[in-house]
């Protein structure tokens, strides 16, 4: 194994990123699913053989991504010594992957020749997985669609056709369903010739020497930042309202020891499991809980398996944030795109200055499912609106942006485009965010109904319709959201049925302030 000089060691980590970047965008580009496409919702992450993730895409949400570094890991070992030039392996296990049964991941084992040099993972949203659908009102996780566990869809180049024709038989929109397995299988399949290349032209028989020197640096550079911080606990709590109505309370205590430069977040204290379908498998959780340290840590490190090794989660089992089998599981969103606010809250005792104030939350969330005039039937795919975001020390809190998931929004011309559908209005709802010395972001204000004469369904998942999200350091609160359907405040928990002419109107919640008011 030779030494990498630094020079050398950057042109090398700047090829990888290019090599799973590249991927990454062939993958939303030909993607089916306007979530994925449009959106972003999406992660893709290059592993060595030993299933460490060595570098993520330049497009992606936290909570995949950091979700596909466990997956991978674990997929990994599950098919240790069963691996093949050709194989392709898939699970949507909720407790495995991303937390719920939308969110298929696929791994490619790569190799150079006969050995096996590493992996390719993807992680996208699909737009049906047959079930219950888009909603909080299953039961338990097998009411809510298609469970995929850890199987192979390829096997040595062959497609399983039984699973193949078993994902087809059990969803609503095959073609668009089978057009995105397409789309990830296509993403993998060029990687290991890359590697390949790359290897070549800087002499390496494999990528181990890199891997290990990116991952070692890595660590240690996160390391060196909790080293810079102050020993102790610290404590956050957030309360938030979910579509049924339900107060959820996360209760974070985040312990710094310096000296080992390491973190441990616990979320003993928050809300037992719920019954409706808004629960956190702890995976999930723990991606949010690192993207929100490494985000008051150093952001601009490499965010792979050596960065993320000192930052530890922990959380009661059957715990909203460690939910149970076979809790319900499909708006675990809902939950887990608050976790880090209660970790801001906690190092706003540490680092004051690279926190924010709570934001919005979680992304309001819609399905919708009809007839045209013809009488043909239409799914539409999952499309959101964000809130309000929290105001920072030193800027003011971005409006119609939602922390943390970083995922974007659908044009409404292509909802427009691909369904019966028409919005009246789009705009930001002024002075939404919250007032301080350092203002929070607007929320939204958003009209739509249906162009159809046929009764229609919707799903909509949205939170913090009772109280807005708190400002921090003396700030005010941002305003609460409001669901409205012909002018009425709503809420909605599972899938509703609705009338031709129903006007659906949403008001996102505002971001927290950062800092009080200066008197005159």
């Known amino acids: ?40 919702d999406l992660a893709c992450a290059l592993f060595d053989s030993h299933g460490r993730m060595i570098a993520q895409a330049e ?18 070992e599950i098919f240790a010594g069963d ?7 898939i699970t949507n296990d909720p407790w495995m992957s991303a937390g719920h049964l939308f969110d298929i991941t696929l791994l490619t084992p790569l190799f150079f020749g006969e050995k096996l040099a590493g992996y390719f993972g993807s992680t996208i949203h699909y737009t049906d997985i047959g079930g219950y659908g888009l909603g909080t009102g299953a039961r338990d996780a097998h009411e809510e669609g298609l469970w995929i566990p850890p199987l192979k869809l390829y096997q040595r180049g062959h497609p399983n056709q039984t699973l193949f024709r078993m994902i087809e038989s059990n969803v609503r929109t095959p073609k668009a369903v089978l057009g995105d397995l397409s789309a990830q299988i296509a993403a993998g399949h060029s990687v290991a010739e890359s590697l390949q ?4 032209r800087h002499q390496l028989p494999d990528i181990e020497t890199v891997s290990d020197e990116i991952l070692k640096r890595s660590e240690e550079a996160t390391r060196n930042a909790v080293r810079a911080l ?3 606990t610290y404590h956050g709590e ?4 979910t579509p049924s109505g339900e107060i959820i309370t996360l209760k974070a205590a985040v312990t710094i020891d310096a000296e080992a430069g390491d973190i441990l977040v616990d979320f003993a204290g928050s809300s037992p499991q719920s019954s409706q379908g808004i629960n956190c498998v702890l995976n999930f959780a723990h991606a949010y809980t690192t993207f929100a340290i490494r985000s008051c840590l150093n952001p601009e490190l490499p965010n792979n398996s050596g ?34 606010m209660p970790i801001l809250k906690a190092m706003h005792a540490v680092v004051p200055d690279r926190v924010l104030a709570e934001g919005s939350g979680a992304i309001w969330t819609v399905q919708i499912q009809g007839k045209h005039d013809s009488g043909e039937s239409f799914t539409s795919s999952m499309f959101f609106f964000s809130g309000g975001m929290g105001a920072r020390a030193t800027k003011a809190g971005p409006s119609a942006t939602c922390y943390p998931t970083g995922v974007g929004a659908i044009p409404v011309e292509t909802l427009e485009a691909s369904m019966p559908i028409v919005f009246d209005y789009k705009r930001l709802r002024k002075n939404s965010g919250g007032r301080g010395r350092i203002n929070g972001g607007d929320g939204q204000s958003v009209q739509f109904r249906l162009l159809t004469d046929h009764p229609w369904t919707m799903s909509a998942m949205t939170t913090r319709l009772d109280r807005g999200p708190d400002g ?6 941002g305003a609460a959201g409001q669901f409205l359907i012909n002018g009425v405040p709503t809420r909605s928990a599972g899938k509703r049925q609705m009338n031709a002419g129903d006007v659906v109107q949403f008001e996102t919640p505002g971001g927290g302030a950062y800092g009080a008011l200066q008197s005159d």
């Open 1 to 40: 194994m030779r030494n990498l000089d630094p020079v050398e060691l950057e042109i090398l980590w700047t090829n990888l990123i290019g090599i799973v970047s590249e991927r990454a965008k062939a993958l939303q580009r030909t993607a089916f699913s306007p979530i994925v496409r449009e959106a972003g």
């Open 59 to 76: 497009t992606g949400t936290p909570g995949h991504i950091n979700s596909l570094a466990n997956a991978g890991r674990t997929l990994s």
């Open 83 to 89: 691996l093949h030039p050709g194989d392709v392996i």
């Open 197 to 200: 290349g790359l290897c070549r």
């Open 230 to 232: 102050k020993s102790g």
């Open 238 to 241: 957030t309360q938030f309202d």
């Open 307 to 340: 960065s993320l090794a000192p930052i530890r989660m922990t959380a009661p089992e059957g715990s909203i944030v460690n939910c149970s089998y076979p809790a319900p599981v499909t708006g675990r969103h809902l939950v887990g795109m608050y976790v880090p």
């Open 472 to 477: 921090i350091d003396g700030g005010g609160a």
